[in-house]
T-cell receptor, first 113, second 113 residues
Framework: KAGVTQTPRYLIKTRGQQVTLSCSPI?????VSWYQQTPGQGLQFLFE???????NKGNFPGRFSGRQFSNSRSEMNVSTLELGDSALYLC????????????FGQGTRLTVV | AQSVTQLGSHVSVSEGALVLLRCNYS??????LFWYVQYPNQGLQLLLK??????LVKGINGFEAEFKKSETSFHLTKPSAHMSDAAEYFC???????????FGKGTRLHILP
């Protein structure tokens, strides 16, 4: 079966711009989580959506937002980009949540200049 | 709130030697525990997970981990390292099935010929 697909794979944006990242989960998976990965910080949890509702939220500023559509595809938006937002953004999908295996996409590498 | 600490951001072992990656967790309730592996330029892949039941968990590629409640640990081991094991390894924790999964900062495993 098809894996988790994240688009685009690479992005370069300028400070102050906004960006939207997309994640298509594995068919049938209802949970989609987003993580920010930076060197030395590991994976930091952004938020999780389950059946179009935000179920869990991390400690990121309101510039980071997301949504999930009825087909479980999810988007993440970052407004007013800062240099520190440069990172690999990973999406993970699972059937239900933490008690079921999470499958990760290859990520979107965002560079803010 | 739950958290994970991985001891050692870099670990080097000789090919054929024992691999031991350390993970300690903090949780006020029985946790779900996970180990993930990330190869260069790829997303994360689940190695093994502990939810309930047997405390010794066997995973893919010859890895296993033991849940020790008294020590709040979930260390990852492999009897004999292989060059292909070189990657970054992440320990993660969650406290219930609809909760977020929190990751440690990762341990990069280097295999010496």
């Amino acid at each position: 079966k098809a894996g988790v697909t994240q688009t685009p794979r690479y992005l370069i944006k300028t400070r102050g711009q906004q960006v939207t990242l997309s994640c298509s989960p594995i068919s049938g998976h209802r949970s989609v989580s987003w993580y920010q990965q930076t060197p030395g910080q590991g994976l930091q949890f952004l938020f999780e959506y389950f059946s179009e509702t935000q179920r869990n939220k991390g400690n990121f500023p309101g510039r980071f937002s997301g949504r999930q559509f009825s087909n479980s595809r999810s988007e993440m938006n970052v407004s007013t980009l800062e240099l520190g937002d440069s990172a690999l953004y990973l999406c993970a999908s699972s059937l239900q949540g933490a008690n079921t295996e999470a499958f990760f996409g290859q990520g979107t590498r965002l560079t803010v200049v | 709130a739950q958290s994970v600490t991985q001891l050692g951001s870099h670990v080097s072992v000789s090919e054929g030697a024992l691999v031991l990656l350390r993970c300690n967790y903090s949780s006020s309730v029985p946790p779900y525990l996970f180990w993930y592996v990330q190869y260069p330029n790829q997303g994360l892949q689940l190695l093994l997970k502990y939810t309930t039941g047997a405390t010794l968990v066997k995973g893919i590629n010859g890895f296993e981990a033991e849940f020790k409640k008294s020590e709040t640990s979930f260390h990852l081991t492999k009897p004999s390292a292989h060059m292909s094991d070189a990657a970054e390894y992440f320990c993660a924790v969650s406290v219930k099935r609809d909760d977020k999964i929190i990751f440690g900062k990762g341990t990069r495993l280097h295999i010496l010929p």
